[in-house]
């Protein structure tokens, strides 16, 4: 479970003040965490490695669940 990740858009969320999440199936974006796609750690990983302007970050589900606790 916790090998599972959100993907941020820095662009958009520095931008619009916003966090901003990637969709599920990287169709779109959202500022709800309740509609972010969950990434498995192979597909997050190479979607940093391939975002050419390194805009976008994975966030571990593990740390996002301690925090709403």
Known sequence: ???QFYLMDLERTIITGLATYWKPNK???TTILGEAGIYSEEEADQIVSDDFDKRTVA???HIVDN???
């Open 1 to 3: 479970m916790y090998n």
């Open 27 to 29: 169709f779109g974006y």
């Open 59 to 61: 966030i571990n589900l």
């Open 67 to 69: 925090i709403l606790k």
